[in-house]
């Protein structure tokens, strides 16, 4: 359930599924609304790669290509939903105001 959640509202802000970085996001913010709390990004991809199949500058790289193709394509919502005014937001930032988005929406209950 919760995991169709955080898929679809990646797509609503216009992050392609079929981009790499989409599962990683995908996966690194339903594991924040989970914890209910920040984490650090290391410890995310730690977690989500914890034998380091994936480095993490790959895993880095293919969230940031992701969350930019996507603000590209519809800056005025970005800056509508992030507060953002001038570039992309980062990617600790928009996994963890993605994560919190859907915390409030849906009280994190899976």
């Given at each position: 359930?919760?995991k169709n959640?955080?898929?679809?509202m990646?797509?609503?802000?216009?992050?392609?599924?079929?981009?790499k970085?989409?599962?990683?996001?995908?996966?690194?913010?339903?594991?924040?609304?989970?914890?209910?709390?920040?984490?650090?990004?290391?410890?995310?991809y730690?977690?989500?790669?914890?034998?380091?199949?994936?480095?993490?500058?790959?895993?880095?790289?293919?969230?940031?290509?992701?969350?930019e193709?996507?603000?590209?394509?519809?800056?005025?919502?970005?800056?509508?939903?992030?507060?953002?005014?001038e570039k992309?937001?980062?990617?600790?930032?928009?996994?963890?105001?993605?994560?919190?988005?859907?915390?409030?929406?849906?009280?994190?209950?899976?």
């Amino acid at each position: 359930m919760m995991k169709n959640v955080v898929r679809q509202m990646l797509i609503d802000l216009g992050v392609n599924p079929s981009n790499k970085g989409f599962s990683e996001l995908s996966k690194a913010i339903l594991m924040v609304v989970d914890k209910c709390e920040p984490m650090m990004m290391k410890e995310i991809y730690q977690t989500l790669y914890p034998e380091s199949e994936v480095k993490y500058c790959a895993f880095d790289r293919n969230c940031r290509w992701a969350i930019e193709n996507a603000y590209l394509v519809d800056t005025e919502m970005f800056k509508r939903l992030f507060g953002q005014t001038e570039k992309c937001p980062n990617l600790k930032f928009f996994i963890h105001a993605v994560a919190t988005e859907i915390q409030i929406d849906f009280g994190g209950d899976k």
